[in-house]
């Protein structure tokens, strides 16, 4: 297969210079991440073994999509490629280098969660004001200060620090940091920050280890690497010092990270850091019409801080970008979901070529609720993983203290649950008589005659005897039977069980699916170590994304610009550009912050393939209050002649707003719909292109059916409203009423004994 073919002169240079350092800073849609796909597929075929390749992408998603790209090429070998987020990547590293550092090789790896809980206990018992302290705040400088690799004793020593924080009102940070440090080392865990920064700390003391890896990658390669942080742009640095076989990706008008520490200095950075440096420019962008290139390049105009670059496209000169304004956040659901199924209906798409992209998690409800409405199936991307269920993280607590008792977050979740008798009381002496005889709290809990006093020891004995035996079932069984036994024994199983509520059911049944995934993981023919210990071992950095069952699944994708990195879509619907949402309340008060913003609009309308709608909504509720909205500041950066105007009249909504609100809670945490199949998908049918279509004159011969004769999914004719397709039926006989789709009409709802409606087909 000659592969190369499908390269443009400069994409193929890019791909066939395989030595040396090489930078690729682009446009978006310019086939960044395919050269990194093809240069990897190149390699192999010139020879260069899979093993020796590292390849860093921005989310497991990305790489797992690279593979499979690569192994159409390459077949097998494909699988050997070292490949993955920074973070799944040096966590795999890590295990096998833990000791080195003092850590043992079946470390946990805590998650926000467990970070942000150890830190509250922290500031409880050091008794600071969690306001001025709030756990939120601490988190992130921490986060900060390990991106930035600053350890804790650089923190407490570095006075400049000091002082800021000073400024700042919280001068103890240092000595929470330090505490907080020293917990998690004790309690075997790494968070995330730390994966990074521990391999720092291992490349730094260990030359031999650095020398090994240096050795191992052969050749690296980075995608979206203006997303990169200090401590990510360390590694990769040290990595590639020996053969500098490196080759990053990216676009500094896409950084849009700078929150969490990204820095756009790594790109400028990299020609200093080689003076080698190969750089190639990519200018023709493959993936959207005229238009939609032509306003992300007016857009990003705006910006003073950016790499001069040209971005043209050769595509279709395409639609106008619309623009539409509607009169509440409900109505911009409505307003989105109806253009969507139009617009299926119209260009002949299926749902997969839809997007929904919005500035906050929190915008996703009224589309949600919307598409619902319309029988629209969709998923939501980037939004709670079925891993951090509470269900789900309190047996996987008793996982991980069964590969390693010292999870001082483990044994807080679960020491009590389910009751026996061990509440917080307790747990708080346990914690003090740890830090008082400076062990860990599981050795006190196997010795609490000697720390404790009071009555608990016989409970305290149990729980500990409970937890070794796991450790000893373990070794004997595989890792689907080991889950079982803890799920059993531990006293979950039975726990939720009892619990009949569609909650409690609903929690059992997702303990079913976890063990169902552990099942499968333990009859896998590919791995050699089918333990619990080894399925366990990455489960912190699995997203909502990642194990995806119906990834081919027809569905409107709905997620924050920030997970839709890297993506592309025919169609996409960027919602809610209002002033103080986006651009957001919060960057308003500086140029760098708003230009972030800027970027990230720009990354949002360079998502779309053929057609881009943006929405605003003059009303939202937001914190619990009908708040009135302008029009983002960005609408007005766009030239008006890429722009078609429409305006949503405020009409009585076809929706019953409260049904909303009563169904608000169970929407939002089911987070995926699929609708109940229909009979039929068929186009509706006439094909017009004006928003409102003139009075329609029925079909000659017009002879309505009788009520009991519709199905969901009919294609039917209604005498004045035209044609239309029947997305919901409600009600019993003589009395259903059907919500019929019409085009350019949208949603109406008839009483089908009355209503004159024909069935089509
Ligand atoms: N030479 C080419 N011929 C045909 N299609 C191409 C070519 N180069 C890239 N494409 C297509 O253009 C689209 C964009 O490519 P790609 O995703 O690699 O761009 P990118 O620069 O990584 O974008 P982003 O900045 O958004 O990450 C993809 O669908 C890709 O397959
Ligand atoms: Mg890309």
Redesign the pocket.
């Known amino acids: 297969m000659d592969y190369l073919a499908?390269?443009?002169p400069q994409?193929r240079a890019a791909v066939e210079n395989t030595q040396g350092p090489v930078m690729i800073v682009?446009?978006?849609?310019?086939?960044?991440?395919?050269?990194?796909?093809y240069r990897v597929a190149h390699l192999i075929e010139k020879g260069v073994d899979a093993f020796n390749i590292l390849v860093l992408t921005f989310t497991n998603k990305a790489s797992k999509d690279m593979r499979e790209r690569i192994g159409k090429v390459v077949g097998n070998e494909a699988k050997n490629i070292w490949m993955g987020t920074f973070h799944s990547v040096f966590a795999k590293i890590l295990r096998v280098e833990a000791e080195k550092i003092g850590y043992p090789s079946n470390f946990t790896i805590y998650d926000t969660d467990d970070s942000k809980s150890l830190i509250r206990t922290i500031l409880r018992e050091m008794q600071l004001d969690d306001k001025l302290y709030a756990a939120n705040v601490v988190y992130n400088r921490i986060s900060s200060a390990k991106n930035n690799l600053i350890s804790a004793t650089e923190y407490l020593e570095n006075d400049q620090i000091q002082a800021e924080d000073a400024g700042n009102k919280r001068p103890l940070l240092g000595l929470i940091y330090d505490t907080y440090a020293k917990r998690c080392y004790k309690a075997g865990a790494m968070d995330f920050d730390d994966l990074l920064f521990k391999t720092n700390v291992l490349l730094k003391n260990h030359p031999e280890v650095l020398n090994k890896y240096q050795h191992k990658f052969k050749y690296l390669m980075v995608?979206?690497y203006q997303d990169t942080n200090f401590s990510q742009y360390t590694i990769v640095k040290k990595l590639a010092a020996a053969h500098q076989n490196i080759c990053v990706?990216?676009?500094d008008a896409?950084s849009i990270y700078a929150f969490r520490g990204a820095n756009i200095q790594n790109i400028l950075n990299f020609e200093r850091d080689y003076p080698d440096l190969k750089v190639y420019k990519?200018e023709?962008?493959?993936?959207s019409t005229q238009n939609i290139v032509e306003v992300a390049n007016s857009i990003i105009a705006n910006n003073k801080n950016q790499l001069e670059k040209n971005v043209f496209s050769e595509n279709e000169k395409g639609d106008r970008i619309k623009i539409s304004r509607a009169f509440s956040d409900n109505e911009e659901g409505k307003l989105v979901a109806e253009a969507i199924v139009q617009d299926r209906a119209n260009a002949g798409l299926s749902y997969k070529d839809f997007a929904i992209l919005y500035r906050t998690n929190a915008q996703s409800r009224a589309m949600e609720e919307a598409l619902r409405k319309l029988n629209v199936p969709y998923k939501i991307y980037g939004g709670l993983s079925f891993y951090q269920r509470k269900e789900i993280k309190d047996l996987i607590a008793y996982f991980r203290l069964t590969f390693n008792p010292a999870d001082e977050e483990a044994i807080k979740r679960v020491i009590n649950y389910p009751r026996r008798g061990l509440g917080d009381t307790t747990v708080e002496k346990i914690s003090a008589a740890a830090g008082q005889h400076d062990i860990t709290m599981w050795q006190v809990i196997c010795n609490p005659q000697q720390y404790i006093q009071g009555r608990i020891a016989n409970q305290l004995n149990d729980f500990a005897v409970m937890i070794q035996s796991f450790a000893a079932e373990s070794k004997k069984l595989d890792a689907y039977e080991t889950a079982l036994y803890i799920a059993q024994h531990s006293g979950i199983l039975k726990e939720l069980h009892t619990d009949d509520s569609v909650e409690g059911r609903s929690r059992y049944e997702n303990i079913q699916e976890l063990l169902n995934g552990i099942k499968e993981f333990a009859e896998r023919e590919d791995i050699e170590d089918r333990s619990l210990a080894i399925f366990m071992q990455d489960i912190a950095l699995l997203t909502n994304d990642d194990n995806d069952k119906n990834k081919d699944a027809d569905t409107v994708s709905l997620m924050t610009i920030h997970s839709a990195?890297?993506?592309?879509f025919k169609n996409v619907f960027i919602v809610g550009l209002e002033e103080n949402l986006f651009p957001s309340q919060m960057s308003l008060t500086s140029r760098v912050d708003l230009e972030e913003e800027r970027r990230l609009f720009y990354?949002a309308i360079?998502?779309a393939?053929k057609k881009l709608t943006i929405t605003y909504a003059t009303s939202r509720y937001r914190w619990g209050t009908l708040t009135s909205c302008e029009p983002s500041r960005f609408i007005n950066e766009i030239n008006p002649s890429y722009l078609e105007l429409e305006v949503v009249k405020p009409a009585k909504s076809s929706f019953g707003e409260n049904s909303f609100d009563n169904e608000r809670k169970t929407w939002s945490q089911q987070r995926e719909f699929t609708p109940k199949p229909t009979t039929s998908t068929t186009v509706i049918r006439p094909k017009t292109t004006s928003i409102l279509p003139k009075a329609h004159v029925p079909t000659p011969g017009f002879a309505p059916n009788a009520a009991n004769e519709f199905q969901n999914g009919m294609d039917v004719e209604h005498e004045k409203f035209g044609f239309g397709k029947i997305v919901n039926l409600e009600g019993t006989l003589p009395d259903v009423k059907a919500t019929v789709f019409f085009q350019g009409l949208g949603n109406k709802q008839l009483l089908l004994k009355f209503a004159k409606l024909r069935i089509v087909r």
């Open positions: 499908g390269l443009n994409q682009a446009g978006a849609g310019s086939g960044k991440t395919r050269v990194i796909t995608d979206e990706v990216g676009d896409q990519l023709q962008n493959y993936r990195k890297g993506l592309e990354v360079t998502r393939e």
